[in-house]
Every structure is written in C-alpha cells, then in structure tokens.
C-alpha cells in the first residue's frame, strides 16, 4: 500500500459533489482516479478547496489551507504551479495537467519545473504535442481520462431512438457553430430532429462565473431556436446524463482546438452513443472515424454525417454496436494502474 496525495487549488468541491450537481471533467477526473487508487488499496488524500474534512469511497478530503503532509510516496500536483514544491519529501512527484500545455511557458512554472523536476502527466497523445520538448521536467507519461463505471453499463438498444442528437459540452466550444449547422443544414433534411443541449456555466464554478455572460448569449439563442426542434436542458448531474444517453441518436460537437481529451465525447461513445466531430484537437482520439461515429473535415461533411445518423437507422445501428465494443475498454481502474507504475520502486 502506497501513501498517495493530491492537491488541487481550483474549484470548491469533494467526492460527494457528483452526486449532487454537474461537475468539471478535471474535478471529476480528480474524483474518480482518487476512488480508484483508494480502491486499489492506496491510502489516498485529496487537499483542495472543500469546505469541510470528509472521507468517501476510501478517499480523504481534507481543505487545502490545513497545509499538506511533508512526505508521500506519490505526489499528485494537479494543475497549479504554486503546488509543485509542496509535499517536499515525497518520493515520486507528478504534475497533472489538463489543458493545453502552453501556460506552462510562463517563468512562474517553467521555475518549478526546473527545480522541482516532477514527471509531467498529459492526458492524451494529442495534449502531449503541445509541450515543447525543452520544457524542463523529471519525465514525462501520457495516461488518459478512464470511462466512469455508470457510462460501462449502457446495453446494446434493440431498436434506434428517434431523431435527438445532444451536445453536452461547454457551450462557448463550438455550440453557436453548432446550431448554424442545425438551422441551414441538418434540421431542414431532418424535420423531425430534436437537438437536447446539456450545458451551462454551473458546470464551472468560478471560472463559469467569470464566462457566464458569454455562455448566456450563446444558450439564449439556442433557447430562441425551440421552434426548430431545439431543447435547451441546462447541465446535468453525471446519473442523469446516462439515462439522456439512452434516447441519444448522436452526440454532436464540432470539437476545438483546447480540447485535450473531451470527457463529454468520451462518455457518449461509451454509452454507445455515435458521435460526429471535426478533427480538432483531440477528437480523432475519442472517435473511431467511419466506425463509432465520424471525424469531419469541414461543415458540409458534418451536416452529411449527422444527416446519416439522423435519419438512415441501420447506419446508426452498425455504429452504436461499434461503440460499445471499442469505445469502454479504459476505465478508471486502468487510469489508476498506470498511475500506479510511477511510484517509485
């Protein structure tokens, strides 16, 4: 058994959160690899910005301004540079990050990274391309997102849902591209579609606060577009998104450059919900072109592709048996696993 630790100094939150309200996917990335290596027998805390001290699924989640034990034997920075020299005896230091690696360009982490040389964790080959190679580190490991348990359960339908397709994404990430599309091409040569929006600025805490009128004017105007078969749902809780998947036909995101692994397609595909989506950033990793769904090169192709799934129903089922056959064979467990091989010996 390993003492393992992480810290995070982002968001308020705790293992319970999920079941509660939406949550981030790196909070809920947080959530899940911290039960898993607590299930795997790991004595695992959790510092961030909780408000109170808890213990669930094994995990203990302490408030961050309590300080951070001196030693570990894996040490999880999640994010923040400010984090990395803490927990200074700790036998293997890693530093997770999620978000394109560009910011760590900034004297403030390259300074850390240099004195503090922890393996750097990137969460998909995608991501790991956006780190430079002179950027100073103690290795360097990709290790993706598992698939949540509650998206592994979804059984093969035995007849196609009716015609909704649904975006659970950020909505400043492609939603008013999205609904152009929906407008001019994919809604006309479907009447009868639906398209059922899961988003919103809850999802994000404080930083959905500080982008919450930018999101508003994009919502607002899908709200506007009920008329053309648009359903404007709000965020979720993650056991709710599963049953939505259920009567999902396809899951449509156009993708963005940012996105570094996508949990929203990830969850979809796992569910054996088809996906279509541009070849940006990430996308080409979550979906299985021609398969589980489509990698577009422009927005015709995306219209068309969408179309297809809409309306042609043996296409669809060719494509949702695929996805639950190659689209949940990571999990948590596995994520944990490989998190596990960098302990030190």
């Known amino acids: 058994m390993a003492r393992i630790v992480l810290a995070d100094d982002g968001i308020a939150f705790d293992g319970a959160t999920p079941d509660s309200r939406p949550l981030g996917g790196v909070e809920s990335s947080v959530v899940n690899l911290c039960e898993a290596l607590a299930a795997r027998g790991h004595a695992v805390s959790v510092h961030n910005a909780c408000a109170a001290p808890m213990t669930r699924a094994g995990v203990r989640w302490t408030p961050i301004e309590?300080?951070?034990?001196?030693?570990?034997?894996?040490?999880?920075?999640?994010?923040?540079?400010?984090?990395?020299?803490?927990?200074?005896?700790?036998?293997?230091?890693?530093?997770w990050i999620h978000n394109p690696a560009r910011y760590l360009l900034k004297w403030r982490y390259l300074s850390k990274l240099w004195r503090w040389r922890p393996t750097i964790v990137f969460i998909g080959e995608y991501h790991a391309t956006?780190?430079?190679?002179?950027?100073?580190?103690?290795?360097?490991?990709?290790i993706p997102y598992g698939t949540p348990e509650l998206f592994r359960q979804a059984a093969e339908r035995p007849?196609?849902?009716?015609?909704?397709?649904?975006?659970?994404?950020?909505?400043?990430?492609?939603?008013?591209?999205?609904?152009?599309?929906?407008?001019?091409?994919?809604?006309?040569?479907?009447?009868?579609?639906?398209?059922?929006?899961?988003?919103?600025?809850?999802?994000?805490?404080?930083?959905?606060?500080?982008?919450?009128?930018?999101?508003?004017?994009?919502?607002?105007?899908?709200e506007a577009m009920a008329g053309q078969g648009v359903v404007l749902r709000g965020p979720v809780p993650k056991a709710r998104l599963v049953d939505e998947f259920r009567d999902a036909r396809c899951m449509l995101y156009r993708g963005d450059e940012n996105e570094t692994y996508c949990l929203a397609v990830g969850e979809a595909q796992a569910s054996g919900v088809p996906a279509v989506v541009q070849g940006l950033g990430s996308m080409p990793e979550r979906v299985d072109d021609g398969l589980t769904g489509h990698v577009t090169a422009d927005a015709a192709a995306f219209s068309a592709a969408a179309v297809r799934l809409l309306a042609d129903d043996a296409h669809w089922r060719a494509q949702h048996r695929a996805a639950l056959e190659r689209q949940r064979a990571w999990n948590w467990d596995a994520a944990a696993r490989a998190f596990e091989g960098l302990i030190a010996p």
């Open 130 to 142: 956006t780190c430079p190679a002179w950027v100073p580190d103690g290795g360097r490991a990709v």
């Open 66 to 95: 309590g300080g951070l034990p001196d030693a570990a034997d894996l040490y999880i920075a999640n994010r923040g540079d400010r984090l990395i020299p803490l927990v200074p005896k700790a036998g293997r230091r890693l530093f």
């Open 159 to 222: 007849s196609p849902p009716s015609p909704r397709a649904v975006f659970t994404s950020n909505p400043l990430r492609g939603l008013d591209w999205l609904l152009d599309r929906w407008d001019r091409d994919i809604r006309p040569r479907v009447p009868e579609a639906e398209l059922h929006v899961f988003a919103g600025a809850a999802t994000y805490g404080a930083v959905g606060d500080a982008k919450a009128e930018a999101m508003r004017a994009v919502l607002e105007r899908a």
